[in-house]
């Protein structure tokens, strides 16, 4: 098993390279994958032994980011690679979502995934043939897995679909999405598009999986090459006859009553727990001679477990027969919807979106460039002024948790409803501010990460961002019974869990912005998939009619507790002058305004940020004049910066100082210093600038008897008056 294999194929214009059996020899199943110039290790390692008790499966999937593979250091005090970046979390996530549901079920044995990146080539991103390695390794090594999955990413460039897009073609391309699938069917979806329409995101998938077949039957070839014998589960099961005894007890009738009688999550679940609760007191009672106490405590999970499965078979049915879900809805209804703006006095924006039992609070930071969030991953280096991010805390359930950082499905929901509003967010250039919206998930029964896009839309506009058009999420859901497939809208978290699909499309009145689907059964067909994106159009549209009608458009102001900025260019040649000496001059004008400058020297721009709009412009004015010549004629607010015994001088701006004779004051010095002295203003205009640039001003508004006479020369021209003015104080 581990001699050492290597096959190669041509694949969508590049070579994909597998290697088993020189690499990590000791895990149970590894394999070195190269595609292009990326190249990634896959290896994954299990317990033989089954977690007793444990009725989940612990796997656990993470994607390391090695910068030495894009030839890289990492950046900070420490040089080496730390926690895992949120990049590194969202491919990780990518990888785990198909990969999970082809475990066998009841499995609990601990299995861990790693995906290495050894070699990252910018046009090839590692992240999506991870799931092809990931597959790979799974089925040769003896750990149960159930199928063989891979993954593509599309683009859409001039009427065109394109398999694994390079950066270049990225930018121009009109769709960024990730499909993962089995040679029957697309299991998961996740990315972004610039207002495509439902046909469009339609023929994507069906490309998509034209591609996965190929990656497939390629993992297949390898595969058959391979003889695994694969470990033995032992799924726990109940005393015979334990089960069928305590289903005859439950009443589907009774189940169904309660379910759609019972308002509202926290008291349907109640309901149904003492009901179920109920059953199992009486069950013991019942049987008490035929099982002792031990066989009844031992066995007590495995009734728990039957009733939810018969609750699912209750919900399923009622809407394939009835077409009535849990809370009553038709399969096609959305759950009451209420917007509200400006909940929070002291943020530049906020709005509070309730959609049924799913609440969130969206607010809006406007911030300066030093606000950025840098970027440093295997491709990219800088920054962005656009974030978002989503918190869910446990009280939004009912729930008691430790607080802690966010989890991996915060980062993933925070991400997708990012990338929802990404295309809707003005360019830097018509938009200064770095924006930061936040989602706080108050309260939740299913589809928070779409309400988060509603509320950080509805927030947005309220914030003064001039946003094109609003976008707002729905999330679907999927009932498929033999030869009846429903397809839900806006679906509650018990019909999540209990469907066969949850599939959240966002996007505006013209089309899709954002998409994420995972399925759960084997397949759906092209006409299902086409049904439930033409019926999430339908109610992605009602949702922004009742968006509109909050707020039809962005506020022409910004809130009056964000910063002020104020963007524009000067010439290259005048960027030493604004900064000055050592940095003195921009950080006094800093100092004096209350304000932050930056300048980008590439673009020869200037930003000014801060709080008093007043100050701000009397600041752009300023720069304004000491960037420019002084000419005759023109008038000033001055500051007296120093008092002689011939006249005052009067700075105009930083390092432009005139000199208003006195007789040139239109009043007798000594009676102006009574009431004026340094740090005084004055009004002044220029009468004249001499050869060496030295400046004469006059008071402004008083007339004073000019004097063309030529003056005497100093007798001590190194000290003479003027130029003593220009001597550092």
């Not at 049915?317 to 038709?330: A, Y």
């Not at 005497?712 to 008056?721: E, T, V």
Request: with cysteine; net charge negative; aromatic share 6%.
């Amino acid at each position: 098993m581990n001699d050492f294999k290597t096959w190669e194929k041509e694949l969508f214009g590049r070579k994909l390279i597998v290697e088993h059996g020189k690499m990590a020899k000791q895990a149970h199943g590894a394999c070195f994958v190269k595609f292009g110039d990326s190249a990634i290790l896959a290896t994954v390692d299990g317990n033989e032994e089954s977690n007793e008790g444990a009725d989940f499966l612990p796997l656990t999937v993470e994607y390391q980011e090695k910068f030495y593979a894009a030839g890289k250091i990492p950046g900070g005090f420490i040089k080496r690679e730390g926690r895992p970046s949120e990049n590194a979390v969202l491919s990780a996530r990518l990888i785990d979502r198909p990969i999970r549901p082809l475990f066998p079920d009841g499995m609990t044995n601990e299995v861990q995934v790693i995906v290495t990146v050894l070699s990252a080539d910018p046009d090839t991103p590692p992240d999506t043939m991870g799931i092809f390695a990931s597959s790979l390794a799974l089925n040769i090594s003896p750990i149960p897995f159930e199928g063989v999955v891979a993954g593509v990413r599309v683009g859409y460039i001039d009427g065109e679909y394109v398999i694994f897009p390079t950066v270049e073609q990225l930018e121009k391309s009109m769709l960024d999405i990730v499909v993962a699938g089995t040679k029957d069917a697309v299991t998961m979806v996740e990315g972004e598009a610039k207002e495509v329409s439902e046909e469009i995101m339609l023929g994507a998938l069906n490309a998509a999986h034209t591609a996965i077949r190929e990656l497939v039957k390629f993992q297949e070839e390898i595969l058959s090459e391979f003889d695994i014998e694969k470990w033995e589960i032992l799924v726990p099961q109940p005393i015979d006859g334990f089960v069928e005894a305590f289903s005859e007890m439950l009443d589907d009738k009774e189940i169904a009553r309660i379910m759609l009688s019972t308002p509202g999550k926290k008291a349907k679940d109640r309901a149904l727990k003492e009901y179920r609760n109920e059953k199992i007191e009486a069950f013991k009672e019942q049987y008490a001679e035929k099982w002792s106490d031990e066989e009844m405590e031992l066995n007590e999970k495995f009734l728990k477990a039957h009733f939810d499965e018969r609750l699912k078979h209750v919900m399923r049915r009622s809407v394939i027969e009835n077409d009535t879900r849990m809370d009553g809805r038709k399969h096609n209804e959305i759950r009451p919807i209420t917007c509200e703006l400006d909940i929070l006095p002291r943020t530049h924006g906020s709005a509070l979106f309730t959609r049924g039992e799913t609440q969130s609070l969206g607010t809006v930071t406007l911030g300066a460039p030093i606000d950025e969030q840098v970027v440093d991953t295997l491709f990219e280096e800088g920054s962005k002024t656009f974030m978002l991010h989503y918190n869910f805390p446990p009280f939004s359930t009912g729930e008691v948790k430790r607080l802690r950082g966010p989890g991996r499905r915060e980062i993933g929901h925070g991400h997708l409803a990012e990338r929802a509003l990404k295309f809707v967010i003005p360019k830097e250039e018509e938009f200064p501010y770095t924006i930061r919206v936040v989602s706080e998930i108050l309260e939740s029964n299913g589809s928070s990460s779409m309400a988060t896009v509603c509320s950080g839309s509805l927030a947005l506009m309220a914030a003064g961002v001039p946003i094109k058009k609003h976008v707002a999420g729905v999330a679907m859901g999927m009932i498929q019974e033999e030869d009846k497939t429903v397809v839900l809208t806006d679906i509650l978290g018990n019909e999540d869990h209990m469907g066969d699909m949850d599939f959240k499309v966002t996007g505006t009145r013209d089309g899709i912005t954002a998409f994420q689907m995972d399925v759960k059964v084997a397949g759906v067909s092209e006409e299902i998939m086409l049904k439930a994106l033409q019926q999430a159009r339908e109610a992605r549209r009602k949702i922004l009619d009742l968006m509109y009608e909050t707020i039809r458009e962005p506020r022409k102001e910004v809130s009056r507790h964000a910063p002020v900025i104020k963007v524009f260019n000067i010439p290259y040649d005048k960027i030493g002058e604004l900064i000055g000496p050592g940095g003195r001059v921009i950080k006094k004008l800093s100092s004096d305004y209350e304000a932050k400058i930056f300048i980008d020297d590439e673009k020869a721009q200037v930003k000014i940020i801060g709080d008093n709009p007043e100050k701000i412009n009397r600041l752009i004015k300023i720069i304004d004049i000491m960037l420019k010549e002084i000419e005759k004629g023109q008038v000033f607010e001055g500051i007296i910066s120093r008092v002689e015994p011939y006249g005052i001088f009067v700075e105009l701006a930083p390092g432009k100082v005139g000199l208003l004779h006195s007789s040139k004051l239109g009043e007798n010095l000594k009676e102006f210093l009574k009431t004026n002295g340094v740090g005084s203003p004055v009004k002044v205009e220029v009468t004249a600038i001499d050869n060496m640039g030295r400046i004469q001003l006059k008071r402004f508004g008083v007339e004073v008897k000019e004097d063309d006479r030529p003056r005497k020369p100093s007798r001590n021209p190194g000290r003479s008056n003027q130029n003593r003015r220009y001597r550092k104080d």
